[in-house]
């Protein structure tokens, strides 16, 4: 029965990598290996858990909430203007300074393909102005479409948070050093990669190509852009590595003052807020919760046909074997993929909770998975945030992964030692 599981995994990373419905896929395999084991009902049992987990669910919830309110409120684009604005003065260093801006923004909106179409139909246009070549521009926004994974909102930071039992935001100062280093090795081998190419400097489009039409007339309202970032500043204050403010508050809890601003510094009509945040909450649990949900299904039914221990038996031998499969085992399915959710979850589900077995822990061993998945989106030809990036560019998103490609490596390697 192991070897029948062993072959239904491979055939689920195939699908995965296929771009089938990624949800259909894992619950198919989960179910079906938990019918093989005699244990058919165990599949209803894990996907019903993690629909109600109370450790996720308000949180990835209400997160997403904000980000609509965010976007119907406009706050969001004044946020990015704000910050977008100062730097189209720093030519010398546009190429790294947008691949560190766009991390930054991330964070505060934890969506790869949102923060890449947003920072890039401003940035994009303002670097090819100054003359770096379009593809560079493109390489540049989507090298910083990973600063999520120190988000507090990121289903991943949750997710590890939830399964080692730690606050959140201890999670996220765990995560936070490996992906500023990987941010910062991204940045630079980018801009390594435009000397190298030429590709920083003189490029000079057809008539009208480059004028930042995004920056033009836009004025920028103070407290609108500072709305998306109160509430992760309240998390950062409130929580015990910083303790400059002694009340204690949750993510949802911080999400919910930030929709009140949202609201007030907006004029909205409530009603028009209050209909996008629960258009939010669906979205989350369409697009996030279901996920975490079918990836259940399928570590249970990994379990349940015997295929984990025998994972566990064979690593227990080889701890050096470990941090590899957690690095590169994630990326390469998301670089094929377009996207590290589903092989970031599986491989948290399925051997995070047994860190101790080769000597490591939980929060780290999570997350290194966590952060390798997005490396490998961010060098996927084939993730959302890519084609956004190549279409505003009006590039081949190929191009992308051939420039943030050598970062992106050079990033997980130093993530597996950091580990």
């Not at 003359?131 to 999520?148: L, N």
């Not at 590169?328 to 399925?350: E, H, K, Q, R």
Request: hydrophobic share 55%; charged share 10%; net charge positive.
């Amino acid at each position: 029965m192991v070897y029948v599981g062993g072959l239904i995994v491979i055939l689920t990373i195939v699908g995965i990598i296929k771009r089938w419905e990624v949800r259909l896929v894992l619950f198919t395999s989960g179910a079906l290996m938990a019918i093989l084991s005699g244990k058919p009902f165990g599949a209803v049992t894990a996907f019903s858990a993690a629909m109600i987990n109370g450790g996720l669910v308000p949180v990835i919830c209400t997160v997403m909430g904000f980000a609509y309110v965010l976007k119907i409120t406009g706050c969001d684009s004044h946020l990015i203007h704000a910050v977008v604005r100062p730097m189209t003065k720093l030519e010398k260093i546009l190429i790294p300074a947008t691949a560190i801006v766009t991390a930054m923004i991330n964070i505060a909106l934890p969506s790869a393909a949102g923060v890449s179409a947003a920072v890039g139909a401003i940035m994009i246009p303002a670097l090819i102005a100054a003359g770096v070549r379009p593809t560079m521009a493109a390489s540049a926004v989507m090298a910083g479409t990973f600063g999520s994974v120190m988000s507090p909102g990121s289903a991943h930071v949750v997710f590890v948070a939830n399964l080692a039992e730690m606050e959140i935001m201890e999670i996220v100062a765990v995560v936070a050093p490996k992906t500023i280093t990987a941010v910062l090795i991204g940045a630079v081998a980018l801009t390594v990669v435009a000397f190298i190419r030429k590709e920083n400097k003189g490029y000079v489009g057809a008539e009208g190509e480059g004028v930042n039409q995004g920056l033009s007339g836009f004025k920028v309202n103070p407290l609108k852009a500072i709305v998306p970032v109160v509430p992760l500043a309240l998390l950062i204050l409130t929580s015990p590595a910083v303790g400059l403010v002694k009340t204690a508050i949750t993510v949802p809890q911080s999400m919910f003052i930030g929709i009140i601003l949202a609201g007030i510094v907006s004029l909205k009509n409530p009603q028009e807020i209050s209909k996008n945040f629960f258009s939010g909450i669906g979205s989350a649990y369409a697009e996030v919760i279901g996920i975490i949900a079918c990836a259940a299904v399928f570590t249970s039914g990994m379990q349940s046909i015997g295929l984990t221990p025998a994972l566990i038996s064979a690593m227990e031998g080889s701890d050096a074997v470990v941090p590899v499969a957690a690095t590169f085992g994630p990326m390469l399915v998301a670089i094929l993929s377009g996207s590290g959710d589903a092989a970031t979850l599986a491989f948290n589900n399925a051997i995070t909770p047994h860190a101790a077995i080769f000597g490591l822990e939980m929060d780290s061993l999570g997350t290194t998975a966590s952060l390798a998945g997005a490396l490998g989106r961010t060098m996927s030809p084939v993730a959302g945030a890519a084609i956004i990036c190549a279409g505003l560019a009006k590039v081949n998103p190929i191009e992308i992964t051939k420039r943030n490609g050598p970062g992106m490596i050079i990033a997980a390697v130093v993530t597996m030692f950091m580990l």
